[in-house]
């Protein structure tokens, strides 16, 4: 499948780690972990962070808790215990999935800023998948987590939209670039995996365009072997990412989108456009 | 004038097998109805009326001796009834949805009633999917996106609305664990370390805290709305899911109005079921399994707004989610042919009136309309309900619950236990059953009066009595009848075919059993128990046909089975021990009979009676009474006697005598008036001094006009003299005087009739006292002449001239006293 190396898997996973609040995100991003790990063999990671910026800032003398049900003043010792409180009620959520999925897995809790804890657990994974917002009240906007995972992050990264069960068929964006020769094969793997299909779009100006790139796929596909089994479907895109892309997502929300980064021209800004414009699994590989 | 002896013909009445045109019973044809034979018009045709009376408390009393055929009457009479009948109704019990310890009761036409169940759950099944695949399609997703959507702007735009306030007075909104908090900013827009913000001057940290409480104040109002908003949400995604709901089952419950839903019932609850169904989707779904809630209360909440539906087993219809929605056939009526004709073995209270069982859960005993479960009552209704009549007297609470069920024409379930407050558990209440059955009864005579003269309500709901009779006339017509009726039997009970000699004798022991020449038994049970030994006693004597000796073997050893009593006082008399004498002549002694009942095995017994007379004030004395070893009846006929005697022997002066009347050797209890006119010769014996024959036994009741009249068991208590005399030897001038009015009973056994034939053994038909005195005495009776006296020589001049003595002696011994008496005052 890959035009350049012919053989191999592109979607080798053996720890998939999912950074954990409590938000309806991170559950889906959760379930959509334990679905891969469950089809590919993988561990599932979860990581609660403590967030030291919160504990610092107990520390104001008006450091004051406006929430649903109460009013508190915030104080290090119950922020504390906070911590531990949902950082259990977490673990006891994952075991409950993992179990499930029938899957090993693991859950670390760590202290720190949440932006560098995260990043930091993000090296010794294979994969991250990660809710698209965190715990925010400012809308359904990609959180600052995101951000800096688009931004700085450098192993692949799955950020979930809508908590709903990933479905077929695996959509991918081919450009005839070598990243997104390595997205197509990944999204090959993802697809043999699940058995599902694949659709590979391809933003093209014209038909000459879009077939030169639809006949290197194929002939990619003959020359990779246990590509055989693989059902491929190809649709014609606009150039105008992430317009183009947005397009053909929006109705088809619980379809996995496997994205090469350059074809958002590695603009992390076009990336988290993208992702507050649709809600479908999005697959960033690098 | 003394009567004739009666010839052998008399004393037994042959049947006249030459007019039968079989050899044996394999040549006739058995009967289409044992009423044909049994020849009971009464309670047949009751039987009839009331069956074909609808009327409310019509119900039918088959009242009779056991073995009667009541029941085979009854089944038969029943059963051609019920196959002119409709098939009745079905009835299911379903979940009362208002009122969950109410089921309620559904009706339906013969056969609909298995198909509304199973249809039931099919659709329940259906609906299950239908519900999964609508809440699973993209449209509702999308649908639900965009109501929740709509919550989080609403609550994206209030919480923008705060930011960009806090932003105004540079401040920053933080993300805390249960909501949010604000920091001062620094000129750089990042959030002031606490550090920095202590060294900040007193007024300029004055200035921040004070905008820090002004924007707090401002986020707890917009915090106030949200469960407002979060209500208006959970209405909205309510208000949705029904509507998909609605839309993915409604076609499924049309399906089964369009079939059903023609009784209004019916449609009732078919709307109960989609309102019920629409109102616990999430139950519904899962089958009861809550779906695992992990989260704070956030996520509790975001959870909330999804349906989360988790899929349970879809086959698992006994789920406490699903099984609300079954029905519960408690009748099915689909092969049934005709009404039903129901015969309840057991009739305790459930066995009749249904009843709610309870399941274990969890250490509790709990119950739902599933766990009812129906009585006879219920299966017979439409038709026709046989019990027996002792049976449901003896369970408990039977016979109240049944009086209940009939009064109120509804059948209410209604647990024993909870009644008498022996179960304390959940229980309930089902909706009753209108009843339409017709309940027959089947008991003895004593049950049947019984209850008729306790039970002010007997009669109120058992308005018909078919009384059957033990006993048949016995002509030509009728004994042909019986020889099927015989040929019935015997196909019946597998056993071998009855020669025609046998079926002769089969028919002169149904006499001899109602004790009646001119009738047969109509005892079938007992008929067919000696039938199957007769057909023992043929394989024993290797005959491929009953016999007529086999027959009486069979006879003869039933009775040698029951016969030791009898044995042991036969040889009791022969030894001396009791004292009977069969010869000579004797004053004031006489053989009277009695007949002893052992079960079903009766005999009869000699006794002698002895009469001692003194004068007296016209007292005659039973001394069984006064030891209180006679009942009633048989201190009515000893007091019979002092009117005759005092009518014709002193009506125009007192009766100077004191008798005393005994049956000696007698142990036990003595009832009946048989003895009287026994009793009547020995007194008049003891009053004239002339002897009586020893070698006659007597039996007959008298009248105070000296006539006398039919008892009871003459064959037995002929036998019984018979064998006394037979071991001490007959002579030729033993005999019995029997009443006149009981020849017709005659059915002696076979060497009795022998012996009378050969004239060694006499039976004398008596009609009057003065007949019975001129054959026990050999005098003349003695009629009175016109002044009203009888003629000397005669029995009754010299009773009337005895007596008149001791009333002379009487008056003279009584002017004497009162005389000594006034001297010495």
Not at chain 1, 200 to 206: E, Q, T, V
Not at chain 2, 197 to 207: A, G, V
Not at chain 2, 624 to 646: D, W
Request: with cysteine; charged share 25%; hydrophobic share 35%.
């Amino acid at each position: 499948m890959n035009p350049e190396s012919k053989t191999g898997r592109h979607l080798i996973l053996k720890r998939i780690l999912v950074p954990l609040d409590e938000s309806e995100y991170s559950r889906a991003a959760l379930e959509a972990a334990a679905q891969l790990a469950s089809a590919l063999d993988a561990e599932i990671s979860g990581l609660y962070v403590e967030d030291t910026d919160l504990i610092d800032f107990c520390r104001f003398p008006f450091a004051r808790e406006i929430g649903i049900y109460r009013s508190r003043r915030l104080d290090p010792a119950e922020i504390e215990r906070d911590f531990r409180t949902q950082a259990e009620r977490i673990r006891k959520t994952m075991a409950l999935i993992a179990k499930h999925a029938d899957i090993p897995w693991n859950f670390t809790v760590r202290r720190g800023r949440v932006i560098s804890e995260v990043l930091d657990q993000t090296d010794s994974a294979d994969l991250t998948v990660i809710g698209r917002t965190g715990r925010s009240l400012l809308g359904t906007s990609a959180g600052s987590t995101v951000r800096h995972l688009i931004e700085e992050g450098k192993s692949m990264t799955l950020i979930l939209g809508r908590g709903a069960r990933m479905v077929e068929p695996v959509f991918t964006v081919y450009t005839g670039s070598n990243l997104s020769a390595r997205a197509l094969g990944v999204a090959a793997d993802l697809a043999r995996a699940m058995g599902w299909d694949t659709e590979i779009l391809i933003p093209a100006k014209d038909d000459k365009d879009y077939q030169a790139l639809r006949d290197q796929v194929l002939s990619a596909a003959e020359e990779t072997p246990g590509a055989e089994g693989i059902h491929l479907r190809f649709r014609r895109i606009r150039k105008d990412a992430p317009s183009g892309l947005a397009a053909v997502l929006q109705p088809e929300y619980r379809r996995p989108l496997v994205l090469p980064v350059d074809a958002m021209d590695r603009d992390p800004e076009a990336i988290l456009d993208l992702i507050n414009r649709v809600h479908n699994p999005i697959l960033l590989v690098r | 004038m003394a009567p004739e002896r009666l010839n052998a013909d008399a004393v037994y009445h042959a049947c006249d097998i030459q007019r039968f045109s079989f050899n044996t019973t394999a040549d006739i044809d058995p009967l289409e109805e044992l009423s044909e034979a049994l020849a009971q018009p009464r309670a047949v045709e009751s039987l009839k009326f009331g069956t074909g009376m609808q009327r409310q408390g019509f119900n039918i009393f088959a009242l009779g001796p056991p073995g009667t055929g009541r029941h085979s009457m009854v089944r038969q009479t029943l059963d051609k009834k019920a196959r002119q009948s409709h098939v009745p109704s079905e009835w299911c019990y379903v979940n009362n949805f208002q009122d969950q310890s109410r089921p309620r009761a559904l009706e339906f036409p013969a056969g609909q009633g298995r198909n509304f169940a199973d249809d039931m759950k099919k659709t329940i099944l259906e609906a299950r999917n239908a519900l999964k695949a609508s809440f699973e399609s993209e449209e509702y997703q999308n649908r639900l996106q965009a109501v929740q959507q709509e919550f989080k702007d609403q609550q994206q735009k209030a919480f923008e609305e705060i930011n960009n306030k806090a932003k105004e007075k540079g401040l920053s909104l933080v993300r805390t664990p249960n909501g949010i908090a604000f920091a001062p900013l620094k000129e750089d827009g990042e959030v002031m370390p606490p550090d920095e913000y202590q060294r900040l001057p007193e007024e300029k940290r004055s200035e921040i805290e004070k905008k820090i409480e002004e924007i707090q104040e401002e986020s707890q109002e917009v915090f106030k709305k949200i469960p407002r908003w979060q209500k208006e949400i959970r209405e909205k995604i309510q208000e949705l899911n029904n509507e998909v709901a609605k839309y993915a089952i409604s076609p499924l419950i049309d399906e089964l109005r369009k079939n059903y839903g023609r009784n209004q019932e019916t449609s009732d609850h078919l709307d109960a079921v989609e309102n019920d169904i629409l109102e616990n989707l999430q139950t519904f779904m899962t089958g009861g399994q809550q779906a695992q809630q992990a989260g704070g209360p956030m996520a509790q909440m975001q959870q909330q707004q999804q349906p989360g539906f988790v899929s349970g087993d879809e086959t698992d219809m006994d789920s406490p989610a699903i099984r609300r929605y079954k029905v519960n056939l408690l009748v099915d009526n689909t092969d049934q042919q005709g009404a039903p004709v129901i015969y309840e073995d057991n009739p305790t209270y459930a066995n009749l009136v249904g009843k709610v069982e309870h399941m274990s859960q969890m250490g509790a005993l709990i119950t739902d309309f599933n766990l009812i479960k129906p009585g006879s009552l219920h299966r017979a209704n439409g038709g026709s309900l046989i019990l027996d009549a002792r049976k449901v007297l003896t369970q408990p609470g039977a016979w109240e619950g049944l009086k209940r069920v009939l009064k109120s024409g509804q059948i209410k379930i209604e647990s024993l236990a909870e009644m008498f407050s022996l179960l304390s558990t959940v229980t309930l209440e089902p909706e009753p059953i209108d009843l339409d059955v017709k309940v027959v009864m089947v008991g003895s005579p004593f049950i049947y009066y019984m209850l008729q003269y306790y039970d002010p309500e007997f009669t109120d709901l058992f308005k018909v009595a078919a009384d059957f009779d033990v006993q048949m006339n016995r002509s030509e017509d009728s004994q042909d009848m019986y020889a099927r009726l015989l040929r019935t039997i015997i196909d019946r009970e597998g056993i071998r075919h009855f020669d025609r000699q046998a079926v002769g004798r089969m028919i002169e022991h149904s006499s001899r059993i109602v004790g009646d020449a001119e009738r047969m038994s109509t005892r079938i049970k007992e008929m067919s128990d000696l039938m199957s030994e007769a057909d023992y006693w043929a394989a024993q004597n290797g005959n491929t046909s009953v016999t007529a000796p086999d027959l009486e073997k069979a006879v003869e050893f039933r009775i040698y089975r029951s016969d030791r009593m009898r044995q042991r006082i036969q040889e009791e008399i022969e030894r001396g021990t009791l004292m009977i004498d069969t010869a000579g002549a004797s004053a004031g002694q006489i053989n009277g009979l009695a007949v002893l009942g052992l079960g079903d095995f009766m005999f009869g017994r000699p006794n002698r009676i002895t009469a001692r007379i003194q004068a007296g004030k016209g007292e005659v004395i039973d001394i069984e009474r006064e030891a209180k070893l006679s009942g009633p009846l048989h201190s009515k006929g000893v007091l019979i006697l002092s009117g005759f005697l005092g009518a014709r022997y002193a009506p125009d002066r007192p009766l100077s005598l004191k008798a005393s009347l005994v049956f000696e050797q007698s142990y036990g209890g003595i009832e009946g008036d048989s003895a009287s006119s026994a009793e009547l010769y020995a007194l008049i014996s003891a009053i004239s001094n002339a002897p009586l024959k020893q070698s006659f036994a007597v039996t007959g009741s008298v009248n105070q006009f000296g006539q006398i009249q039919a008892i009871g068991g003459v064959n037995e208590k002929i036998e019984g003299f018979f064998d006394v005399c037979s071991r001490k030897g007959l002579t030729g001038e033993q005999g019995v005087l029997i009443p006149e009015a009981n020849v017709k009973h005659l059915m002696l056994r076979r060497d009795v009739v022998e012996a009378v034939d050969r004239e060694q053994f006499h039976i004398y038909p008596v009609s009057t006292v003065d007949q019975g005195l001129e054959l026990l005495t050999g005098l003349p009776a003695g009629q009175p002449g016109e002044d009203g006296n009888y003629p000397e020589n005669t029995v009754n001049g010299m009773v009337q001239k005895k007596l008149a003595a001791m009333a002379e002696n009487m008056r003279q011994f009584s002017q004497g006293s009162e005389q000594g008496g006034q001297s010495e005052s």
